[in-house]
């Protein structure tokens, strides 16, 4: 059946949701995690035919909770289907902020995106969407199935290479898989580096790692106390909690059928980027019994958490790489694949879904025809505003590390609140698309004059390096950016 025959009787994406003129351009996606699957969609929207790769289906199972900020959701919304979907499967928590003995500095109140503006938190358009990744994933999973395309598990990459008029991964069954392009969403161990950078680019370990659990709520029922420290709120809303202090950086939270909670704590070499990876409780216990004002409650709940529901995340470091597109333009990395890894996960996910907005949108407008100006433009768009956010992420990672000796005698909950600026969640990235690429392609192709203006204004983008940063949060330095980053 041809991808634009319909596919289901109740498929309304289908009936309601418009698409663009068929391009006649063909995109093979490697990856079916958020970044993969919503470029599969972006690309069929816009008029492209689309065929995506996978190793395993496991990774749509696991996983923790992550925050969808405003300019994703609101583009998310434009799918008939999703709209309804993501507001119900998404959470609005109010959120607290407490020292690691338990004692509550602030709140719970909501997470305000905008200090100047009450109403921005209670706005389902200008908030963030809390999710658990698995239940995301199937909804975009199910959405890509309603328009007929079929996820092809069971392909594992092992080159990406490229040739004037197409481009194509060969697997390791001996098969190629061609198309006019060819996009790498297969995360932090592509295989796609040697050929878009010039040589592998290596991630290292950043010497932190992040204990994240997820399981049934009826595990925990028994416990009173935890219980009752982690109920739905009388608003009705869930209780998301930061535990700050020397040594912790802990959150919880509790929906009506997950319980979640996440820990950040030094890698003794033992984490691993995988999320097969489980480790027993006792591991996790081993760590908590180095900090003496470790709340009882909280012991507990890491010690009735299934063995088979906690995985120990190795958070890793990849310097910013200004090109994410090979020489000829047909192979594009998206996620993981293409960015630097962060030390807060604020903003990975939102960018990954970004990148497939841009690209789908570049393709559309640059044609068949034009490929190599398309992919060109896309990574002149994105770079420096992911290159931002990356930064904002150290930003962030300073407030956790340095604020413990603050938490111990805080009042208020201003130099622990993580920063989020209207630059990053007021953007409309479509649009954006629409009204710069242009003017982009001729800066590209001719060399005429361009300036981004979806990063932070009067901020002027400078070659930056992770150690050095880290070399700055380490010593408690400020990290003066410059521009208005609010």
Not at 54 to 63: D, F, I, L, Y
Not at 238 to 258: I, K, S
Not at 346 to 353: R, S, T, V
Request: with cysteine; aromatic share 8%.
């Amino acid at each position: 059946m041809s991808l634009n025959q319909s596919v289901s009787n109740g498929a309304k994406s289908l009936t309601q949701l418009a698409r663009s003129p068929l391009s006649g351009l063909s995109v093979c996606i490697v990856g079916a995690g958020p970044a993969g699957v919503y470029t599969a969609l972006q690309c069929w929207r816009k008029g492209h035919s689309v065929r995506i790769l996978e190793r395993s289906p496991v990774a749509r199972t696991q996983g923790d909770f992550f925050m969808i900020a405003p300019q994703v959701v609101n583009h998310i919304k434009t799918w008939p289907d999703m709209a309804e979907e993501n507001d119900r499967i998404s959470v609005n928590p109010r959120i607290s902020f407490h020292r690691s003995t338990g004692e509550v500095i602030s709140g719970p109140s909501p997470f305000r995106l905008d200090n100047g503006d009450a109403t921005a938190a209670l706005d389902p358009a200008t908030r963030f969407h809390f999710h658990h990744r698995p239940k995301f994933l199937q909804m975009l999973v199910s959405q890509l199935e309603r328009i007929g395309i079929q996820i092809e598990y069971g392909c594992r990459t092992t080159e990406y290479y490229e040739e004037t008029e197409k481009a194509g991964v060969r697997l390791d069954d001996g098969r190629n898989v061609e198309a006019d392009v060819v996009v790498a969403a297969d995360g932090i161990g592509t295989k796609s580096h040697k050929l878009v950078n010039g040589q592998e680019i290596r991630a290292w370990p950043s010497g932190l790692a992040g204990f994240r659990a997820a399981f049934p709520v009826a595990v925990i029922a028994d416990d009173a106390e935890i219980s009752e420290r982690t109920k739905i709120l009388d608003d009705g809303h869930p209780h998301f909690q930061l535990f700050n202090g020397a040594g912790l950086h802990m959150t919880m939270m509790r929906t009506e059928d997950t319980m979640t909670w996440g820990m950040t704590h030094k890698d003794t070499g033992t984490a691993a980027e995988s999320w097969y990876a489980n480790v027993d409780p006792a591991a996790v216990m081993d760590f908590v019994s180095t900090i003496p004002s470790f709340p009882p409650f909280a012991k507990r709940l890491v010690q009735a958490t299934p063995k088979d529901a906690i995985v120990d995340w190795k958070i890793m470091w990849r310097n910013p790489q200004p090109r994410t597109v090979s020489p000829l333009g047909r192979v594009v990395q998206v996620g993981d694949a293409a960015h630097t890894l962060l030390p807060s996960s604020m903003n990975g996910a939102n960018q990954a879904l970004e990148d497939a907005i841009y690209l789908a949108t570049c393709l559309e407008l640059g044609g068949k025809e034009n490929v190599h100006g398309s992919t060109q433009v896309h990574n002149k768009l994105r770079f420096e505003r992911v290159s931002c956010c990356q930064k904002l992420g150290f930003v962030n990672l300073a407030k956790r590390s340095n604020g413990d000796a603050k938490t111990t005698n805080a009042k208020t909950t201003k130099d622990l609140k993580p920063e989020q600026g209207r630059w990053l969640w007021k953007h409309e990235p479509e649009k954006y698309v629409y009204e710069n690429f242009a003017k982009a392609l001729d800066h590209v192709q001719e060399g005429a004059p361009f300036q981004n203006t979806n990063i932070p204004p009067g901020y002027v983008h400078e070659e930056w390096f992770v150690d050095e940063l880290m070399a700055r949060v380490e010593k408690n330095e400020p990290l003066d950016l410059g521009g208005d980053w609010s």
